[in-house]
């Protein structure tokens, strides 16, 4: 495997249903991110988790809960979710430092659906 | 706060015609960085091109090149010679230095015409 992956690539569960996302970067990086993108919205970052601990937790509701348990995996637990809750969820990869230029490479996403 | 404005929700151009996609963006840095993505149907990001706020010449990369204008706060993405292919939302994006993740825009989908 190479650059960033994630699994389930679609993910269809009912709002009293516990699931989770799973993401695998194969590039080295020391961070990670979730972000969450919905129909004719920008991307909206969710977490941060630099050198394997949270950074950023941009308000996200408490039925999505991070877990980074390494530098290389990051999940995405998910539990009694809102009809609203469906988007693209896709996880990214950098490698933070002084530079300004910290491409962050991106996993395929997971499409959730929730009914 | 950084901001990133691109204001064409939707592009249309003729394939093998050149397009340029526009971006705006606010930030209180002086040092900065500046990227484009391209977001295919298959929903994975891809990065296309790069510029820092103290790079002297406009980034390229094949196809891609950005019309960097740092007194307008522009950087505005040009592809030549457009493929079917291109076909896929574009978004911009920046973050200035350090860790901060990166900032998005709203993205711009661009249909390629036979």
């Known amino acids: 495997e190479t650059g960033v992956t994630q699994t389930p690539r679609h993910l269809v569960m009912g709002m009293t249903n516990k699931k989770s996302l799973k993401c695998e970067q194969h590039?080295?990086?020391?961070?990670m991110y979730w972000y969450k993108q919905s129909a004719k919205k920008p991307l909206e970052l969710m977490f941060v988790?630099?050198?394997?601990?949270?950074?950023e937790n941009n308000s996200v509701p408490s039925r999505f809960s991070p877990e980074c348990p390494n530098s290389s995996h990051l999940f995405l637990h998910l539990h009694t979710l809102q009809p609203e809750d469906s988007a693209l969820y896709l996880c990214?990869?950098?490698?933070?430092?002084?530079?300004?230029?910290?491409?962050?490479?991106f996993g395929p996403g997971t499409r959730l659906t929730v009914l | 706060a950084q901001k990133i404005t691109q204001t064409q929700p939707g592009m249309f151009v003729q394939e093998k015609e050149a397009v340029t996609l526009d971006c705006t963006y606010d930030?209180?840095?002086?040092?900065?960085?500046l990227f484009w993505y391209k977001q295919p149907s298959s929903g994975e990001m891809i990065f296309l091109i790069y510029q820092g706020s103290y790079d002297e010449q406009n980034a390229t990369e094949g196809r891609y090149s950005l019309n960097f204008q740092k007194a307008r706060k522009s950087a505005n993405l040009v592809i030549s010679a457009s493929q079917l292919g291109d076909s896929a939302m574009y978004f911009c994006a920046m973050r200035d230095r350090g860790n901060t993740p990166l900032v998005f825009g709203k993205g711009t989908r661009l249909s390629v015409i036979a």
């Open positions: 590039l080295g990086h020391n961070a």
């Open positions: 988790y630099s050198l394997e601990e949270r950074v």
């Open positions: 990214a990869s950098s490698q933070v430092g002084l530079a300004e230029y910290n491409e962050q490479f």
């Open positions: 930030t209180s840095d002086q040092s900065y960085g």
